[in-house]
């Protein structure tokens, strides 16, 4: 993990180099799970991204950022309470297209994978262990809305899923999680 986030700061770091070519993007999301995580299920999770973003032409831009998310299970009247959270990178690219001639504010494609793993947190000691870092995927459609010069709002609409390995009590498990996911981002250009 410390190699990924070298990485990340190089790559953010050369921003400066390539003015209007560069962005940051940050992106809080609200994620509504779609499967069960060992057979429980998941309440509505949340979650932060941190984006650079470099525009590879009018219409295509790369990116590339860190990505931090968090569910838990839903525990009624339980006393028991187990809590996900993911961590890692993601890469990835979008693709904006109008669908009127004199549209102002294109919608776009996003398509990428993420690398991450997963510390599981339970008031049963049990489930207390973390995963192998796994690739996930994720697909949005949004639209990026032109505010202030630089500055731009792109809500979005994305479905992500990622399967985790790992190991309790001397036997391969595997965590699967699957979200529908309402993001909204705040984007500066430089």
């Known amino acids: 993990m410390k190699k990924v986030f070298q990485f990340?700061?190089?790559?953010?770091?050369?921003?400066?180099?390539?003015?209007?070519?560069?962005?940051?993007?940050?992106?809080?999301?609200l994620h509504f799970p779609t499967r069960k995580v060992i057979d429980e299920p998941l309440r509505?999770?949340?979650?932060?991204?941190?984006?650079?973003?470099?525009?590879?032409?009018?219409?295509?831009?790369i990116y590339t950022g860190l990505i931090w998310n968090r569910f838990d299970?839903?525990?009624?009247?339980?006393?028991?309470?187990?809590?996900?959270?993911?961590?890692?990178?993601?890469?990835?690219?979008?693709?904006?297209?109008?669908?009127f001639q004199k549209q102002k504010n294109p919608f776009y494609i996003r398509a990428g994978m993420t690398f991450m793993d997963v510390k599981v947190v339970s008031t049963l000691t049990a489930f207390n262990f973390k995963t192998d870092i796994a690739v996930g995927t994720h697909l949005g459609f949004g639209m990026k809305i032109v505010?202030?010069?630089?500055?731009?709002?792109?809500?979005?609409?994305?479905?992500?899923?990622?399967?985790?390995?790992?190991?309790?009590?001397?036997?391969?498990?595997?965590?699967a999680f699957g979200a529908l996911s309402i993001t909204g981002g705040l984007r500066r250009r430089f």
């Open 44 to 61: 509505i999770g949340n979650g932060i991204d941190l984006i650079g973003v470099y525009r590879l032409g009018e219409r295509t831009d």
């Open 147 to 175: 505010s202030l010069g630089k500055w731009h709002v792109l809500p979005e609409i994305r479905f992500s899923n990622a399967s985790f390995n790992y190991e309790l009590n001397d036997m391969n498990r595997n965590l």
């Open 73 to 99: 299970t839903d525990e009624g009247y339980r006393e028991d309470n187990i809590e996900f959270t993911q961590k890692g990178i993601q890469l990835g690219g979008l693709v904006y297209f109008n669908i």
């Open 8 to 29: 990340l700061i190089i790559f953010i770091s050369a921003i400066g180099l390539g003015q209007e070519h560069w962005a940051i993007e940050l992106r809080p999301t």
